[in-house]
């Protein structure tokens, strides 16, 4: 069984970096294929995806956002962090990691996203 | 990048109704195409993959066809629990995107 579950701060301030840990159960990220990805949602608005990384390292960013992101894993602790430097209040979202569907780049289980909110 | 694009931004209807949702992409994207529910306050659920491959544990009334550009979701018989956000994602490129969501109401 696949899970998947986000953590990090609810709460940061305007230019600070934000941390958050993709913690994974039911596949290892060692294995052939497997890729893990970070979607946001800001409140009432559509989903937006920002990263992604693959079993052997390879990652991907939106280029929107690829200047602020870092995607790193540690595949000892089936864990996957991302990193976004100079937050601003636009992105106050719920952020998403989602494991990705074999060789598809789309995501078939999600973790239950984490709020966080960007504000002085 | 591809621009997904979804009709209608949102729909109203009735339990047992059969309603359609569409999809198109800015340019073709082969049949690349996921769709996705979204019910408040919880993750995504995929439903449909490659278009018109629909995800193990997914309900049969569920389905999707299209390629290239134009892709549509149908409903065949909606039941209460189906009320919801659906969205569709290309996997053709990068960078992956979304469409901007259809809300499925009860009329």
């Known amino acids: 069984q696949i899970t998947l579950k986000e953590s990090g701060p609810t709460l940061v301030k305007p230019t600070q970096t934000l941390t958050l840990t993709c913690t994974f159960s039911g596949f290892s990220l060692s294995t052939s294929g497997v890729g893990v990805g970070w979607i946001r949602q800001p409140p009432g608005k559509a989903l937006e995806w920002l990263a992604l990384?693959?079993?052997?390292?390879?990652?991907r960013y939106s280029p929107s956002l690829k200047s602020r992101l870092t995607i790193t894993k540690d595949t000892s602790k089936n864990q996957v962090v991302l990193t976004m430097t100079n937050m601003d209040p636009v992105d106050t979202a719920t952020y998403y990691c989602?494991?990705?569907?074999?060789?598809?780049?789309?995501?078939?289980?999600w973790g239950q996203g984490t709020l966080v909110t960007v504000s002085s | 990048d591809i621009q997904m694009t979804q009709s209608p931004s949102s729909v109203s209807a009735s339990v047992g109704d059969r309603v359609t949702i569409t999809c198109r992409a800015s340019?073709?994207?082969?049949?690349?195409l996921a769709w996705y529910q979204q019910k408040p306050g919880k993750a995504p659920k995929l439903l449909i993959y490659a278009a018109s491959s629909l995800q193990s544990g997914v309900p049969s009334r569920f389905s999707g066809s299209g390629s290239g550009t134009d892709f549509t979701l149908t409903i065949s018989s909606l039941q209460p629990e189906d009320f919801a956000t659906y969205y569709c994602?290309?996997?053709?490129?990068?960078?992956?995107?979304f469409g901007q969501g259809t809300r499925l109401e009860i009329k």
């Open positions: 989602a494991h990705r569907r074999t060789a598809m780049a789309l995501f078939d289980y």
């Open positions: 994602q290309q996997a053709n490129s990068f960078p992956l995107t």
């Open positions: 990384i693959y079993w052997d390292d390879d990652k």
């Open positions: 340019q073709g994207i082969s049949s690349w």
